[in-house]
């Protein structure tokens, strides 16, 4: 099992940055892929960014070149930094970990970009 934490959310002007942390309770090497997922209001759940145990990283369109995804292996720690928000990034941030055959979840940051 996975056990995910968040944080970093809040509330920032268009244009601003905010960096969201999602720590894991086991060695990220032994987690298949982890990644960001948000959901706005009245919108599904969609991938923002994903990082596999090998590095290989992907972004949605909508946040290329704006949102960048790591990883801190000795925290068991992945971030995503994203700059140059704007008010259709307001949604709730979930961090998501791929584990064997299991997705586990956290349990959301609220992240809030006023125009």
């Known amino acids: 099992q996975v056990q995910l934490v968040e944080s970093g959310g809040g509330l920032v002007q268009a244009g601003g940055s905010l960096r969201l942390s999602c720590a894991a309770s086991?060695?990220?090497?032994?987690?298949?892929?982890m990644g960001w997922y948000r959901q706005g209001p009245g919108k599904q759940r969609e991938l923002a960014a994903t990082?596999?145990?090998?590095?290989?990283?992907n972004y949605a369109d909508s946040v290329k070149g704006r949102f960048t995804i790591s990883r801190d292996n000795a925290k068991n720690t992945v971030y995503l930094q994203m700059n140059s928000l704007k008010p259709e990034d307001t949604a709730v941030y979930y961090c998501?970990?791929?584990?064997?055959?299991?997705?586990?979840w956290g349990q959301g940051t609220q992240v809030t970009v006023s125009s």
């Open positions: 998501a970990a791929i584990f064997g055959h299991d997705w586990y």
């Open positions: 086991r060695s990220i090497f032994s987690i298949n892929a």
């Open positions: 990082i596999t145990s090998g590095g290989s990283i």
